[in-house]
Nanobody
Framework: QVQLVESGGGLVQAGGSLGLSCAASGGTFSSYAMGWFRQAPGKEREFVAV????????YYADSVKGRFTISRDNTKNTVYLRMNSLKPEDTAVYYC???????????????WGQGTQVTVSS
């Protein structure tokens, strides 16, 4: 059983930056692809970014491409999401997830964190 705990959310002005972290425990971190998802108020949860087990491959939603960067440190069992040039529409609860393969499909992720709130003011 893998436990995931996100941190780093908060309030930031539009155009600003924020970094999220997701610490994993209880499993072999390097065995999992890691993804970030988000859910805005009144909307479905959506894919943001994914990174493969050994950081060989990353993939982003079009809405964040060029502004967000996903990375991981397998020695620290942590995945990161660096968010630059933030927009009000990036406001959401951000979740990290672990799964056997890198994909944008939420159903293929086995473990989820509790989420961290990111609010971007205009």
């Amino acid at each position: 059983q893998v436990q995931l705990v996100e941190s780093g959310g908060g309030l930031v002005q539009a155009g600003g930056s924020l970094g999220l972290s997701c610490a994993a425990s209880g499993g072999t971190f390097s065995s999992y692809a890691m993804g970030w998802f988000r859910q805005a108020p009144g909307k479905e949860r959506e894919f943001v970014a994914v990174i493969s087990r050994l950081s060989v491959t990353t993939y982003y939603a079009d809405s964040v491409k060029g502004r967000f960067t996903i990375s991981r440190d397998n020695t620290k069992n942590t995945v990161y999401l660096r968010m630059n040039s933030l927009k009000p529409e990036d406001t959401a609860v951000y979740y990290c997830a672990a799964g056997p393969r890198g994909t944008s499909s939420q159903s293929l992720y086995e473990y989820w964190g509790q989420g961290t709130q990111v609010t971007v003011s205009s």
